[in-house]
């Protein structure tokens, strides 16, 4: 594999690193406005910020000279930007999300979510590590590289509005646009190292199945003293249900959820987690707590609402209630496939008296990504260079609905290059990320696109001289 001249990495480093150096506050109240957008992507009250994130995206991208639009089909927007170079030059496409979970309970937050305030070196706020710093990341670095016109690929920049509600309609989007989505290398950054001097790259992630099941009895809430023990409780059919998909001993009892799947018995599939975590037995007997979390599948409820729920008693029972329930998937698992044996299986289970609804929330499929390419060792190569560790290949349990779908429509495998940690606490009171681990990503970045720049030009030449030398012979 090729890498960067020594030279040429050292006067280039240089060049960068006072770069960034000179624009370190500006690049970090950039940022913060970036934050104070609440863009919540689950709670329709937030639509007015969806679009003020997106808008701000464009404006930042513009401001760099970025052709940057927007598109839509049919959800929250897609926000896409292109830098193009020459035709000759490789092209890297970049997937981040702009949207972000609630940010509930407020209460718990030590400083206001949306107002992000600096303290021990980390900036907090509701998706200051998912994924707004590293969105941010992405773009400083390019405009570092613009600044001094040293980009050698191509690059188009795709960041959407629906992640944290499963991408709905971001697949529509890549099949009715591949033409211009298509790239040569693909990068997300959106994960984690594995500690703070210590980068990771992913190379393997879980699908998802999320699915909510309806359960309708009478037209409208009964009396249960009147009606009780003569109406069928929807409530109580769809505990039984739920307590039906899993045995005592964590098996996942819908008919055929395991076929295709291999039971793999690799010892180097055992990193040492967490003490706490590895005592657990909730899972599937016979594996490692690492396995578990990571290679095979999982079925979890997430929560059941209807009926009464407040304070004090009140007897009724219920006409409609409802589960949210989803299915981590490993390989040899399809997605579609396990939602039609949810359906079937929970349709076995109810009773005649109910009526049964499945409407699935999210899909996408598992995915195992390649280490050896020329990317993904340019991404290797930067890593270590920035962080002075070579990175560690890891599998997570965790789905980015992104990857299944970009690598099925461009056929591109994706280079998971984060610079989280697992205690920025993602999705929780007080996440963080760490001011450092932004300015370190800039650099990563940036010296990630060079290399793989002139790797991929060496490639593409030395393909031609060995086609040429067996074309003479």
Not at 263 to 275: H, Q, R
Not at 292 to 297: A, E, G, Q, S, W
Not at 385 to 395: A, H, S
Request: glycine share 8%; hydrophobic share 40%; net charge negative.
């Amino acid at each position: 594999m090729f890498f960067l001249d020594r030279y040429v990495k050292y006067f280039w480093s240089q060049i960068m690193k006072e770069y960034i150096e000179i624009h370190r506050e500006r690049f970090l109240e950039e940022l913060k406005d970036f934050l104070r957008i609440p863009s919540v992507s689950a709670n329709p009250a937030y639509s007015d910020d969806i679009y003020k994130a997106s808008k701000f995206l464009i404006s930042a991208m513009e401001e760099m000279g970025i052709q940057a639009e927007e598109f839509s089909a049919g959800g929250h927007p897609i926000v896409y930007g292109n830098i193009h170079v020459n035709d000759e030059l490789p092209t890297v496409l970049i997937y981040g999300h702009y949207d972000v979970q609630p940010a509930d309970p407020i209460e718990l937050w030590d400083t206001p979510p949306f107002e992000p305030t600096i303290r021990d070196g980390k900036i907090y706020a509701r998706g200051a590590c998912d994924d707004k710093a590293q969105v941010y990341l992405v773009l400083k670095a390019l405009e570092t590289m613009l600044a001094d016109n040293s980009l050698e690929c191509n690059i188009k920049l795709m960041f959407e509005g629906e992640e944290e509600v499963g991408s709905c309609t971001l697949e529509s989007f890549i099949c009715s646009h591949k033409s211009m989505l298509s790239a040569d290398a693909f990068l997300i950054c959106d994960t984690f190292m594995e500690s703070e001097n210590q980068p990771a790259m992913i190379n393997s992630l879980r699908g998802i199945c999320y699915a909510e099941i309806t359960v309708s009895g009478a037209p409208e809430d009964l009396h249960s003293g009147m009606l009780g023990g003569v109406i069928i409780n929807p409530l109580t059919v769809l505990c039984s249900m739920l307590g039906k998909l899993k045995s005592e001993d964590h098996q996942i009892l819908i008919p055929g959820f395991y076929d295709g799947i291999s039971n793999v018995e690799d010892d180097d599939l055992d990193f040492v987690v967490d003490a706490d975590l590895a005592s657990f037995q909730a899972g599937e007997s016979g594996f490692s707590a690492y396995k578990r979390m990571t290679i095979r599948p999982t079925l979890d409820v997430h929560g059941v609402s209807g009926g009464y729920s407040g304070e004090g008693p009140k007897t009724v029972i219920p006409s409609k209630v409802s589960a949210k329930v989803s299915m981590r998937l490993v390989e040899g698992q399809d997605e579609k496939i396990v939602f039609s044996q949810l359906e079937n299986y929970i349709n076995l289970l109810a009773p005649k008296e109910v009526a049964v609804q499945l409407k699935k929330m999210a899909g996408s499929n598992a995915v195992q990504t390649k280490i050896d390419s020329i990317a993904c060792q340019s991404a290797d190569y930067a890593l270590e260079t920035v962080f002075g560790n070579k990175p560690v290949y890891q599998k997570i349990g965790g789905t980015i609905p992104v990857v299944s779908m970009v690598k099925q429509h461009l056929n591109l495998d994706p280079i998971l290059m984060g610079f989280g940690l697992d205690s920025d606490n993602i999705h929780g009171p007080n996440e963080h990320f760490h001011i450092s681990n932004f300015f370190r990503g800039i650099e990563t970045v940036s010296l990630f696109i060079k290399t793989y720049g002139q790797n991929k030009k060496k490639d593409i030449q030395a393909n031609h001289l060995t086609y040429n030398l067996n074309t003479q012979l």
